[in-house]
Nanobody, 126 residues
Framework: QVQLVESGGGLVQSGGSLRLSCAAS????????IAWFRQAPGLERQFVAS????????AYGDFVKGRFTISIDNARDTVYLQMNNLKPEDTARYYC???????????????????WGQGIQVTVSS
């Protein structure tokens, strides 16, 4: 059974930092890409960042502008999203997703990801 479990969300002041974690199980992870998406109330789900399990390819949404970093701990089957200089507009529910990797391709579309976590809330106060 595939499981993606997010943790590390919460309430933070504008300018602060959070690190989200996504613990993966039930997958042969070396064949997958892992991504973070987010969704704010009334808005469509938005791509945040992705990484191949080898860690060789990363991609970020345009809004990130160097504030977020995605990384992998292969030994722990965990993907992290370090978020710095958070802004109120970053407030959303953040989802971890896994999809079959494609050599040399950065996966940024929601439809490319087959497995999803339950999501975790991030709230940034002004």
């Amino acid at each position: 059974q595939v499981q993606l479990v997010e943790s590390g969300g919460g309430l933070v002041q504008s300018g602060g930092s959070l690190r989200l974690s996504c613990a993966a199980s039930g997958l042969t992870l070396q064949y997958y890409a892992i991504a973070w998406f987010r969704q704010a109330p009334g808005l469509e789900r938005q791509f945040v960042a992705s990484i191949t399990w080898s860690g060789g390819l990363t991609a970020y949404g345009d809004f990130v502008k160097g504030r977020f970093t995605i990384s992998i701990d292969n030994a722990r089957d965990t993907v992290y999203l370090q978020m710095n200089n958070l802004k109120p507009e970053d407030t959303a529910r953040y989802y971890c997703a896994a999809g079959p990797g494609k050599t040399g391709v950065r996966l940024t579309q929601e439809g490319e990801y087959a497995y999803w976590g339950q999501g975790i809330q991030v709230t940034v106060s002004s």
